[in-house]
């Protein structure tokens, strides 16, 4: 259901310039933006396409690692990855509740998704082949996300940016999860730090596809900036989550697959190599690897679990009417 300020501000004939400068102003002085308040639809529209994408790659992201959970080689292994599962399932139904505060409901969002016209991130459509993936995702695909999710936490939006607080703790928890255990991999075996090589050379460049195409090549890059929906640039981004992933390979000694990687000492950074915006581009138009069966295994939950959500609406609504009946 629109909140009344919503209807308002969706109405095109109402965004004069004189609304949209008081509205710049609001996001200049760093204040947040609420639900009830009036916004220009295309901040509203932008927030829906981030927060729901936002949502479906925590939902989808479970699909990769529930893989392997009756396959963790110890019962500490499993008990881990199953917290962690559990976690992004949860992150999923906090961006949801704040996409819906926006006046869209959570049915409408699954629609999107199942039938193509919503996308969840590139990352989640390749497939963990091997045990070491899970601490590749961990370390590399989380460790990417808390550089995305970090300054979200100061979102103009007031309900995205406090979800996301508790999103941040979590996520980085599983981060320094996914590097113990490539750590623990890297120092085992010759056939274990084999094991995680292969990881890292296959997560890598997709880790830092995560980000998005170049600054000057975004779409809504710009103004996702100026109504500060994002703080940082993807390029910026981009590059702090390789400053600090490089000296964390180096610390297990493994070898990121870059034979362009170098540290630039004026600018204090590292320059990395090309990267193949062809294959980002093919997986972002659902050409990905496992884009189907991400898709597929969606919408199979999504129309198995319609039981249990109309008995849930159910019982809310006999709940509601004996509370009401009481009183």
């Known amino acids: 259901m629109y909140s009344q300020g919503l209807i308002e501000s969706d109405n ?19 204040e947040k933006i609420e639900p009830n308040d009036q916004m220009p639809r295309a901040y509203r529209k932008m927030l829906i396409r981030q927060i729901s994408q936002h949502a479906h790659s925590e939902i989808v992201g479970m699909l990769p690692e529930g893989n392997w959970i009756t396959r963790a080689p110890s019962l500490r292994r499993k008990a881990a990855l199953l917290a962690k599962v559990q976690d992004e399932g949860g992150h999923g139904l906090y ?31 390749y497939p963990t082949l ?4 899970i601490g590749a995702i961990g370390w590399l695909v989380d460790g990417a996300a808390i550089m995305n999710q970090i300054p979200l936490c100061r979102c103009s939006y007031g309900p995205y940016a406090r979800a996301m607080i508790r999103v941040c703790k979590e996520e980085s928890f599983h981060q320094r999860q996914g590097y113990e255990l490539m750590m623990t991999l ?22 830092v596809m995560m980000f998005g195409p170049h600054d000057e090549d975004s779409t809504h890059s710009d103004q996702s900036m100026r109504w500060k929906i994002k703080r940082f640039t993807n390029d910026e981004l981009r590059l702090k989550f390789i400053n600090a992933t490089v000296p964390q390979a180096e610390f297990i000694d493994l070898e990121i697959p870059d034979k362009d990687l170098k540290w630039n000492e004026t600018k204090k950074s590292y320059e990395h190599g090309p990267i ?52």
């Open 276 to 327: 193949d915006w062809n294959e980002f581009w093919n997986v972002v138009k659902g050409n990905g690897p496992m884009a189907r069966d991400r898709v597929a295994a969606r919408k199979q939950a999504w129309d198995e679990g319609e039981w249990v959500r109309n008995a849930a609406l159910a019982y809310s609504e006999k709940h509601h009417s004996e509370k009401f009946a009481a009183e």
């Open 130 to 133: 091997s045990w070491a993936d």
């Open 12 to 30: 095109e004939n109402e965004e004069t310039q004189e609304f949209l400068d008081a509205f710049q102003a609001r996001i200049d002085a760093e």
């Open 95 to 125: 961006l949801y509740s704040a996409a819906e505060t926006l006046g869209v409901s959570r049915e409408e969002l699954t629609e999107q998704l199942v039938n193509g016209q919503a996308k969840f991130s590139s990352i989640f459509n």
């Open 186 to 207: 890297a120092r085992g075996t010759v056939e274990q730090k084999q094991m995680a090589q292969d990881a890292l050379n296959r997560w890598w460049w997709p880790s």
